[in-house]
């Protein structure tokens, strides 16, 4: 046969040729999945990137005023020494965290071995979402630090079976090439819901009941409105195991060895968040009442949010196009943690009103990069197709239990240095040692 322009060359025709196989068993492969186990392929609508937004805003909405404005307050109530506010509120703040450790993974991997002909993670959406409200709506009458405490417990423990579920749509639906996008809009919802928070919960409404009933109502209602438009496909009851209680509970151990990536990865969140609940994210309003001694520390709380929430929505946009367009995770996920370690050294360095304008800045340009990209460098190196849920919940860990460490460690050395000002020292080093973490990860550039 005469060669044309589109011939191999006799020595690549066997490269090709093996390449070509290849191609054709990998796609025969997918073909034979569910399609509720498929690698995605179809672009994501705007209209549907939209909707999922709003229901992470409406996830974060429930927990983040709760965290950083109305729990702070109702301790400030129930006992006005400040000392014992700060423990009070790690403890509590600890008590939560810990238990969406276990909630959340296992909340996803059920949710992976889910066969309602509602699909795979509606059903969770809907009723986490509603027990949820009911946690909070317990955490509304709440006469004392015991049931506060009990309540914020019970509150964690549910939210984050819907979180664990929510979380594992990216990767449910959104192909590779589109992820950077994705996420950064994904990665927007969490400042957007706090800074939401503090306008609606910290300005504008100024009774903690209703505050928490508008945060339940939002809650259940976005949930319900998202699972008519998430079209979740449905799991065939011949893909899923039969349940064997020993496997189930080995699986959420992924070996480091066995998957690096994904342990560099994790421990990277894990450093970032542990620098950010030890210090802004779980003791701003307590540093701008007792560090820096701001006259209205509630509304202080909401000035210096939607300033960072401004520059997260600008860095994470524009972080999540630039990674997408040069295919390139690792870089923006280094500089945008530098950032933030920078901001939490001036914190260190200088206590005033000023700085925490600055840092609110450079915060929010380096969080803001980091949430987005570092979002769709994970959903890069997940180990495996069947287990997006469990594994993104285990990735959740990384978020949840610096929940739980952070705080609790700021309530006992606070009290103990009388300053804020080593445990800004202390946050910076940590997410240094978050950006190196980055450096070993070899699958994805």
């Keep these: ?13 066997g490269e090709v040729g093996a390449a ?17 186990l498929r690698t995605p392929t179809k672009r994501l609508k705007f209209g549907f990137i939209l909707m999922l937004c709003l229901a992470n805003v409406a996830l974060w909405f429930s927990m983040q005023p709760v965290t950083n404005i109305l729990l702070p307050e109702q301790v400030d109530k129930f006992d006005p020494d400040p000392s014992r506010q700060i423990f009070y509120n790690g403890l509590i703040l600890f008590g939560g965290a810990l238990l969406s450790v276990f ?7 059920l949710s992976d071995r889910t066969t309602s002909r509602f699909g795979r993670r509606i059903p969770w959406l809907i009723a986490c979402g509603a027990l949820s409200a009911g946690a909070l709506a317990l955490m ?3 006469n004392g630090i015991a049931l506060l405490f009990i309540g ?13 579920a929510l979380t594992a749509i990216v990767p449910d639906k959104a192909p590779e090439e589109q992820r950077g996008f994705v996420s950064a ?14 306008v609606v919960v910290g300005l504008l409404v100024t009774n903690i009941q209703i505050g928490y009933y508008i945060l339940a109502v939002t809650l259940v209602v976005v949930m319900i409105v998202f699972s008519f438009v998430l079209h979740d496909a449905r799991l065939p009851r011949s893909a899923v195991a039969p349940f064997r209680l020993g496997e189930f509970l080995k699986g959420f151990w992924l070996d480091p060895r066995k998957h690096p990536d994904f342990g560099w990865a994790w421990l990277s969140r894990f450093l970032v968040n542990i620098g950010w609940n030890t210090t802004v994210g779980g003791l701003l309003f307590q540093y701008l009442k007792y560090g820096v001694k701001v006259q209205n520390p509630t509304s202080a709380v909401a000035i210096a949010q939607i300033i960072a929430v401004a520059m997260i929505v600008l860095s994470s946009i524009i972080g999540g196009y630039l990674s997408d367009r040069f295919q390139r995770r690792k870089v923006f996920v280094i500089i945008s943690a530098l950032m933030i370690g920078a901001a939490l050294l001036l914190l260190a360095l200088v206590t005033s009103w000023t700085a925490v304008l600055v840092a609110a800045v450079i915060v929010g340009l380096g969080f803001g990069a980091y949430l987005a990209v570092d979002l769709a460098l994970l959903t890069e190196v997940l180990p495996s197709a069947n287990d997006r849920g469990k594994d993104m919940g285990v990735f959740n860990i990384a978020n949840a239990l610096p929940g739980a460490i952070g705080p609790l460690a700021a309530g006992i050395l606070v009290p103990i240095f009388g300053s804020f000002q080593p445990l800004f020292f202390l946050a910076t080093g940590v997410v240094l040692l978050a950006a190196l973490s980055i450096l070993p990860i070899k699958s994805v550039r």
């Design 152 to 164: 914020y417990g019970l509150y964690q423990l549910i939210v984050n079976g819907a979180l664990a």
């Design 185 to 198: 809009f994904v990665g927007l919802t969490l400042p957007v819901a706090t800074v939401l928070g503090a």
């Design 103 to 109: 909630s959340n993974p296992i909340g996803g991997a």
């Design 20 to 36: 070509t196989a290849a191609l054709g068993a990998d796609d025969a492969a997918q073909a034979a999945l569910p399609e509720a």
């Design 1 to 13: 046969m005469a060669e044309t322009p589109y011939s191999s060359a006799p020595g690549e025709a």
């Design 140 to 142: 509304a009458s709440a």
